[in-house]
C-alpha cells in the first residue's frame, strides 16, 4: 500500500522537466585548496546527480569563476576557478543553481604552510628504505578488516592482505633511521577497493590500481595518519617518498565506474592490452601500431588506461599530486609506469611540480634495458624532437641489471664486473647520472639475495657498490636482513620478520636478526651491519655524493674506483673473483701518490696503500686515503 502510494505521488507531481531541475552534490575534488599558488587556476570536480545541469555563482573578493564546464555525462561538472592572490584564506560559498533548485557548498582556501622541513626533494646524499604498507608490519590491526570494503586479510594467501598499515611503518621509523636511511618511499596508499581473484593473482595490496586517489586505503589508515607519518619522519631526519600512477587507476575507481565522458579512458576493445614495449617511444623506426598499443593498451584487465589528453583529466591529475605534496608535505615522488601515459602529459606534470615546488624531486620508473634508452627520459635530453621530460630522476635499471649479472658470471672481457665498468661508462648519455636511483633489488624485482644464488659473499659486493656508487640509493625491505624470494610477486614481498603478533622472531631487533642468522645460516647481523655502517658513513660524505666517480678497466675481475673531490679521496676496490688476489697499487698512482695509508671503512684497520693490497675472493675493501 505504501509503495503504491509513492508511486502515485511520484506520478503525480515529479514531472520529466522537474527531474531534470533537481540536482545533488555528492563530492567535491580536491575537497579544499590553498591561497598562494604559482598557478592560480583551481579546477573542481563536482559530483552528483544531475549537477552538470546548473549554473555557478561565487561572489568571494580575489576569487573568480572562470567557467563551468559541463560533459557528456550530467552528473560532472568541472569548475575552474582563478585563486588569484587577493584572495584571503578562509571558507567562501559556491552556490549551485537550476530553475527549481538552488544548492550553497562551503569550500576551504587554506594559507600555504611553510617548506621548512617540508618538500625537501632528495638527492644522492640521501638512501631511500622503500616500504610495501601490506607487507612490512600490522601496527593495528583493527584496520585489518573495514566494513564495505571488498577485501579483507587472508594470511594463507599469498595474493591476498596481510594487514601491514601506516601504523606498523610509524611504529618502525626509529627502525629505518638506525639502518641510517634518509628517506622512505612507500608504494601506493590510496585506497584500491579492488575485487580479487587470487587465482589469477588479481590481489591489490600493492596499491597500484586506485579507487580514490584523495583518500589513503583505510586498511593502511587514515589520511591524517600519513600526514602523522611524514611529519614525524622529518622531524626524524627522514624524508618521505610517495609512490604515484598516473597510467591508470583501478576498475572499481569510482569515476570508472560512472565515467564523465567516454573519452576518459582508452577504449580497451580497441585498443587492448599494452605492449608494454616502452622502447617504442623513442625507436625511430616505431610502427603506429606498435607504439599505439605502448601507450594505449591497458596495463592489465584491471587498470583502465587513463587517457591524459582529456584536458580535464589532465588538470585533475596534476592537482591531485599538488594536493597531496602540499597537504601531507612529502619531499619527493616515485612515478608508476612513467613512460606509459602519454609523455607530453608526464612532462607537464613535472614541469608543474617543479615550478610549485622548486627543491622537489621525482623519479620515473623508467624500466629500459639500456643506458641510452633509460637516459632519454631524464630531463634536458637531447631528443631528436626537442622533447624534453622535465624528470630530474630516472631508475637505473641497466645498473641493475650489470650488477646482478656482473656478480654471477665469470670474468671476461666485457662480463664479470667488467660489465657495471662498461655500464657506467655510458653515463656520458644521462644529463645527470648522480640523481639516477640505484638497486640491487625492489618491489618487483627478484630479491637480491636470491639473485645472487643465495651466496653472501656477491651479495655484500653488491651492497658495498651500490652504497659507494654515483647516484641515489635505494634499499628494499628486508635486504638488510638478506629476504629471499624469486620473481613472483607474492614471493619478492614476503612479510617482514616481527612486523605480526604471531612472528616468532623480530628482526626489528638485534637478538632478532641473530637468531634469524642461526635458523637460517646466514651472516644476517653482519650485513645489517654492513647496510648500517656503510649508511652512516655516508650521511656526512660529501665525497660519496657529489664527488666525482673515476674507475679504471677491472683486471681479472676487480674493479677499483674513486670517489674524490678537492678535499678528500675514498678507493673502492671490488674482488669478484672466486681467488684471493694481492692488488699492485702502482697503476692508481694518479690518487695515491699523495696518499699512503688506506683506513677501512668498515674494519677501521689502516692500510699502507702503496704496497700491495690484499683482497680476499669475492670482497670488497673501501679505503679513505690519507
Ligand atoms: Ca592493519
Given at each position: 500500500?505504501?509503495?503504491?502510494?509513492?508511486?502515485?505521488?511520484?506520478?503525480?507531481?515529479?514531472?520529466?522537466?522537474?527531474?531534470?531541475?533537481?540536482?545533488?552534490?555528492?563530492?567535491?575534488?580536491?575537497?579544499?585548496?590553498?591561497?598562494?599558488?604559482?598557478?592560480?587556476?583551481?579546477?573542481?570536480?563536482?559530483?552528483?546527480?544531475?549537477?552538470?545541469?546548473?549554473?555557478?555563482?561565487?561572489?568571494?573578493?580575489?576569487?573568480?569563476?572562470?567557467?563551468?564546464?559541463?560533459?557528456?555525462?550530467?552528473?560532472?561538472?568541472?569548475?575552474?576557478?582563478?585563486?588569484?592572490?587577493?584572495?584571503?584564506?578562509?571558507?567562501?560559498?559556491?552556490?549551485?543553481?537550476?530553475?527549481?533548485?538552488?544548492?550553497?557548498?562551503?569550500?576551504?582556501?587554506?594559507?600555504?604552510?611553510?617548506?621548512?622541513?617540508?618538500?625537501?626533494?632528495?638527492?644522492?646524499?640521501?638512501?631511500?628504505?622503500?616500504?610495501?604498507?601490506?607487507?612490512?608490519?600490522?601496527?593495528?590491526?583493527?584496520?585489518?578488516?573495514?566494513?564495505?570494503?571488498?577485501?579483507?586479510?587472508?594470511?594463507?594467501?599469498?595474493?591476498?592482505?596481510?594487514?601491514?598499515?601506516?601504523?606498523?611503518?610509524?611504529?618502525?621509523?626509529?627502525?629505518?633511521?638506525?639502518?641510517?636511511?634518509?628517506?622512505?618511499?612507500?608504494?601506493?596508499?590510496?585506497?584500491?577497493?579492488?575485487?580479487?581473484?587470487?587465482?589469477?593473482?588479481?590481489?591489490?595490496?600493492?596499491?597500484?590500481?586506485?579507487?580514490?586517489?584523495?583518500?589513503?586505503?583505510?586498511?593502511?589508515?587514515?589520511?591524517?595518519?600519513?600526514?602523522?607519518?611524514?611529519?614525524?619522519?622529518?622531524?626524524?631526519?627522514?624524508?618521505?617518498?610517495?609512490?604515484?600512477?598516473?597510467?591508470?587507476?583501478?576498475?572499481?575507481?569510482?569515476?570508472?565506474?560512472?565515467?564523465?565522458?567516454?573519452?576518459?579512458?582508452?577504449?580497451?576493445?580497441?585498443?587492448?592490452?599494452?605492449?608494454?614495449?616502452?622502447?617504442?617511444?623513442?625507436?625511430?623506426?616505431?610502427?603506429?601500431?606498435?607504439?599505439?598499443?605502448?601507450?594505449?593498451?591497458?596495463?592489465?584487465?584491471?587498470?583502465?588506461?587513463?587517457?591524459?589528453?582529456?584536458?580535464?583529466?589532465?588538470?585533475?591529475?596534476?592537482?591531485?599530486?599538488?594536493?597531496?605534496?602540499?597537504?601531507?608535505?612529502?619531499?619527493?615522488?616515485?612515478?608508476?609506469?612513467?613512460?606509459?601515459?602519454?609523455?607530453?602529459?608526464?612532462a607537464e606534470w613535472s614541469r608543474r611540480i617543479l615550478e610549485e615546488y622548486p627543491d622537489f624531486n621525482i623519479v620515473g620508473e623508467v624500466w629500459m634495458q639500456n643506458v641510452a634508452t633509460t637516459a632519454w627520459w631524464q630531463y634536458d635530453f637531447p631528443t631528436q624532437s626537442g622533447y624534453n621530460s622535465y624528470l630530474p630522476s630516472v631508475t637505473d635499471f641497466p645498473l641493475y641489471r650489470s650488477i646482478v649479472s656482473g656478480l654471477n658470471e665469470g670474468a671476461g672481457w666485457d662480463t664479470g664486473l667488467a660489465r657495471i665498468y662498461y655500464t657506467l661508462g655510458q653515463d656520458f648519455l644521462y644529463t645527470d647520472p648522480f640523481l639516477n636511483v640505484i638497486f640491487v633489488d625492489n618491489h618487483d624485482l627478484t630479491r637480491f639475495m636470491t639473485s645472487v644464488g643465495e651466496d653472501s659473499a656477491k651479495f655484500k659486493l653488491g651492497i658495498v657498490l651500490l652504497l659507494t656508487t654515483r647516484g641515489i640509493p635505494q634499499i628494499y625491505y628486508g635486504t638488510e636482513i638478506m629476504k629471499m624470494g624469486g620473481a613472483n610477486d607474492p614471493d619478492k614481498r614476503r612479510l617482514f620478520p616481527g612486523g605480526w603478533e604471531h612472528h616468532e622472531i623480530n628482526a626489528f631487533t638485534e637478538e632478532g636478526r641473530k637468531q634469524l642468522g642461526e635458523k637460517r645460516n646466514l651472516p644476517i647481523p653482519e650485513v645489517y651491519e654492513l647496510v648500517r655502517k656503510l649508511s652512516e658513513w655516508r650521511k656526512g660524505k660529501d665525497v660519496i655524493h657529489t664527488g666525482k666517480l673515476t674507475h679504471f678497466i677491472p683486471e681479472n675481475n676487480v674493479y677499483v674506483f674513486f670517489r674524490h673531490n678537492e678535499g678528500e679521496t675514498v678507493m673502492v676496490i671490488l674482488n669478484g673473483d672466486d681467488e684471493s688476489k694481492e692488488l699492485n697499487t702502482a697503476r692508481f698512482s694518479e690518487f695515491l701518490y699523495k696518499y699512503r695509508i688506506g683506513r677501512d671503512v668498515i674494519t677501521g684497520t689502516e692500510t699502507d696503500i702503496r704496497q700491495n693490497v690484499q683482497i680476499l675472493p669475492r670482497s670488497a675493501l673501501i679505503f679513505e686515503l690519507r
Open positions: 500500500m505504501k509503495r503504491l502510494l509513492i508511486l502515485f505521488i511520484t506520478f503525480c507531481f515529479v514531472s520529466p522537466v522537474m527531474l531534470a531541475q533537481s540536482f545533488e552534490i555528492e563530492r567535491i575534488e580536491p575537497e579544499f585548496w590553498w591561497t598562494g599558488f604559482a598557478k592560480t587556476e583551481l579546477q573542481l570536480l563536482v559530483y552528483g546527480e544531475d549537477i552538470g545541469k546548473t549554473r555557478v555563482h561565487i561572489d568571494q573578493p580575489g576569487v573568480y569563476l572562470r567557467q563551468s564546464i559541463a560533459v557528456e555525462n550530467p552528473n560532472y561538472l568541472f569548475v575552474y576557478l582563478d585563486v588569484t592572490e587577493n584572495a584571503s584564506s578562509g571558507d567562501f560559498t559556491i552556490t549551485f543553481r537550476s530553475d527549481s533548485k538552488t544548492l550553497q557548498q562551503t569550500y576551504t582556501l587554506h594559507e600555504r604552510e611553510g617548506s621548512e622541513n617540508r618538500h625537501q626533494g632528495f638527492d644522492s646524499s640521501d638512501v631511500i628504505y622503500l616500504v610495501m604498507p601490506d607487507r612490512f608490519a600490522n601496527g593495528d590491526p583493527s584496520n585489518d578488516e573495514i566494513p564495505g570494503m571488498i577485501e579483507g586479510v587472508d594470511m594463507d594467501e599469498p595474493y591476498a592482505r596481510k594487514g601491514g598499515d601506516i601504523k606498523g611503518i610509524l611504529d618502525n621509523l626509529g627502525y629505518i633511521r638506525d639502518l641510517g636511511m634518509t628517506a622512505v618511499w612507500l608504494n601506493p596508499i590510496f585506497e584500491n577497493d579492488m575485487p580479487y581473484n587470487y587465482d589469477i593473482g588479481a590481489g591489490f595490496y600493492h596499491g597500484y590500481a586506485a579507487t580514490d586517489m584523495y583518500r589513503v586505503d583505510r586498511r593502511f589508515g587514515t589520511n591524517e595518519e600519513f600526514v602523522e607519518l611524514v611529519q614525524t619522519s622529518q622531524d626524524m631526519g627522514m624524508k618521505v617518498i610517495m609512490d604515484m600512477i598516473h597510467n591508470h587507476v583501478g576498475t572499481h575507481h569510482w569515476f570508472i565506474k560512472d565515467m564523465p565522458a567516454s573519452d576518459w579512458v582508452h577504449d580497451q576493445s580497441v585498443v587492448g592490452n599494452t605492449n608494454y614495449r616502452t622502447d617504442t617511444l623513442m625507436d625511430p623506426y616505431a610502427s603506429e601500431a606498435d607504439l599505439r598499443s605502448t601507450v594505449k593498451g591497458w596495463f592489465v584487465d584491471e587498470m583502465p588506461d587513463l587517457n591524459q589528453k582529456n584536458p580535464l583529466l589532465a588538470d585533475y591529475l596534476i592537482q591531485n599530486t599538488i594536493w597531496w605534496i602540499e597537504y601531507s608535505g612529502i619531499d619527493g615522488i616515485r612515478m608508476d609506469t612513467h613512460p606509459y601515459p602519454y609523455k607530453e602529459y608526464m
